[in-house]
């Protein structure tokens, strides 16, 4: 069976990273599943970890008010869940739940924030990591903005 | 003489011919579907290429362009599916069967199919981008071991807004395709994938090196669905893009659905995208 540290080396946001740094991420990390429809965090809640997906896949939600909950995004297999771990005031955004059996890897972002701390250039290095992700994901928001299939 | 990229020689291309509306159906709110076949002659063939358009002509009220959205194998009728955005297709909703509407064509050049054997090919579209692809994917399912691994990517504005669901199911049964569906917005009754088109790549695995593109939808999914392949690795000649313009003529005389030094209706729709990368980005083209 794959240890904690070969499935974090092998899942593509860890992809080339230093080993050192890898064993110090480790040392962060711990194996969690999810049932079908269980909500993994919810909306104002401590963002204590964040997820490095293996299988299954989530929905991120945000409640709309009386527009009800609106799905947003779907995350899976090789993607990461959550980044407002890395942010003041660590609070969640979104309301994440699992539309399938989820098995992932949990981050504790506390911990994980510690070690950046002492070690910046791995603070850094996550830091690159978690900007591109944020990237592509400001940039998929802009696109769902734009209604690109809109009747006109 | 028109010379079109079917090979099909006609006396007067600007002349349009008379069909019947065999069937007429939505597929969505606001997207229809209409077969049609030669009034005169039902069992008459069509011939066209994927990726081919058509002038349909509402008598009366004017001419719309649309793609073909038919297997090119079954020539006894032809699908065309349309959006309803604007006074011509409006008119066209309306049709009943029976009715007789003009058609002009086919036109324009085709997906690049008979190069793309041996290679894995990877289908990204969008909204009613299905309907100009679905011939290619229709020839690819047909010759299927002639093509290496086959992905269909799709995007939709809502779960509602899904052409062809029951047909993507059939194909994701019967076939070996890796087809993903994703919508822009959705409820929490949705089950699939949310998220613009492009995430659907994090779901696939790409051999860059011998994958050929083809990509279609509005203008700027496809920009962003051409930088995610050329991201991936894809070079800029394996990816086709089909662009839509302002086509009057159809032949490339009028000049209305000028691209640069190209005409969209002759030269295109589809083009490989290293013939248009410099154009691309120019908005005001």
Known sequence: ?152 | MDNNKSGLMKLDPMTPEAVKVKKIFWETEDVFTIELVYDSDEKREFRFKPGQFNMLYAFGVGESAISISSDSSKKNSLLHTIHKVGYVTNVLSKLKKGDIIGLRGPFGSSWPLEEAKGKDICIIVGGIGLAPLRPSIYHILKHRKQYGKFVLLYGARTPRDILYPVELESWRKKYDIQIEVTVDRADSTWRGHVGVVTTLLNYVELNPEKTRAMVCGPEIMMKYAVDELIKNGVAEKEIYVSLERNMKCALGFCGHCQYGPSFVCKDGPVFSFSNVTDIFEIKEL
């Not at chain 1, 997906?53 to 989530?58: A, E, H, L, S, Y």
């Not at chain 1, 990461?80 to 994440?96: D, M, N, Q, R």
């Open chain 1, 1 to 152: 069976m794959e240890d904690l540290s070969g499935i974090l080396r092998n899942h593509p946001f860890m992809k080339d990273l230093d080993e050192n740094y890898l064993k110090q991420i480790t040392g962060c990390a711990s194996n969690v599943a999810y049932h079908e429809d269980e909500i993994i965090f919810r909306e104002g809640d401590k963002a204590e970890k964040f997820y490095l997906i293996r299988t299954g896949k989530v929905a991120l939600e945000i409640n709309g008010r009386d527009k009800g909950n609106l799905r947003i995004l779907t995350v899976g297999p090789g993607q990461i869940l959550g980044w407002s771990w890395i942010v003041s005031p660590y609070k969640w955004h979104f309301e994440a739940h699992a539309l399938e059996e989820v098995r992932a890897i949990a981050l504790d972002g506390e911990c994980l924030r510690n070690k950046c701390e002492d070690d910046p250039k791995m603070g850094y290095e996550m830091l690159k990591r978690f900007s591109h992700i944020l990237e592509q994901r400001l940039q998929s928001t802009r696109m769902q903005l734009l209604d690109v299939y809109k009747r006109v």
